[in-house]
């Protein structure tokens, strides 16, 4: 089973710049979006998603993150947010559950190149991992997306220049740490575990051509899982977003 995950800052945009052909390309089973930007209303989807049922989680406000799955097979349940009001006006989560896992599609709040929102994020990622454990009570968990920090000096090209930099504050990457200690699993890690391997480049400076860049896009996985898993991609030559597509290829039960 191949799962996709990319932020595709913008569906629209993401359409006019080759999204379609990856599709046609990489034929995932199941495909996450983030950062769509739009409404289902909003979108006029091509041929290349006939296979796949639609689930849209959009932002109250117009034309702001959201997320979306595409699916081939259809899930038993999809259900949007993590139940928290604060947490859920956003479209950042969708939660699709399959027979043996669930399947998280996440946009992790920015923190602000300021920080104002760091304190936001820091309660974010508790209760979002609160949300994993609680669907981890019931079967394993494949979590997906914009995670928005760098977890490690590994994950960016520069990370000495950027230890207060939102994305690799301490407070960020400990609550990524949190991700880890409670047994979920970073899956390019188990199968890379040199650097060099980004998913989000500023586009200043020419900093994907130099890859200058940053791993903030992932999946993982709860260890139940770790059998099954039999690749973690990050495809760096696909353009159309700041950030790149990543995968894990499953095998079926």
């Known amino acids: 089973m191949k799962l996709i995950s990319w932020n595709v800052n913008g569906i629209r945009a993401a359409l006019k710049k080759g999204l379609p052909g990856f599709i046609a390309a990489e034929q995932p089973d199941i495909l996450c979006l983030q950062e769509t930007k739009a409404t289902a209303a909003d979108v006029e989807l091509p041929g290349e998603f006939a296979d796949y049922t639609p689930f849209w989680n959009s932002a109250e406000k117009k034309g702001y993150a959201g997320t979306a799955i595409f699916s081939r097979a259809k899930p038993l349940a999809v259900t949007n947010g993590i139940g928290i009001d604060e947490h859920d006006r956003e479209g950042r989560v969708i939660t699709a559950e399959y027979t043996d896992f669930f399947l998280v599609n996440v946009y992790v709040p920015n923190s602000k190149r ?29 979590c997906c997306g914009d995670m928005n920090v760098a977890h490690t000096a590994l994950d ?62 992932y999946f993982l996985c709860s260890a139940a899982l770790r059998p099954r898993l039999k690749a973690a991609t990050i495809h760096p030559h696909i353009t159309g977003s700041d950030h790149c597509p990543v995968g894990l290829l499953l095998q079926r039960r």
């Open 114 to 142: 300021e920080l104002t929102r760091l304190p936001y994020r820091q309660q974010w990622d508790r209760d979002f991992l609160a949300h994993l454990k609680n669907l981890e009570v019931q079967k394993p968990v494949i």
């Open 156 to 217: 960016l090209a520069r990370p000495k220049e950027n230890v207060k930099t939102h994305g690799f504050t301490p407070e960020e990457r400990a609550g990524f740490d949190a991700f880890v200690a409670a047994g979920l699993l970073d899956t390019f890690r188990v199968f890379e575990p040199g650097g060099g391997h980004y998913t989000w480049w500023s586009q200043m400076g020419s900093a994907r051509a130099r890859n200058i860049g940053w791993r903030i896009d």
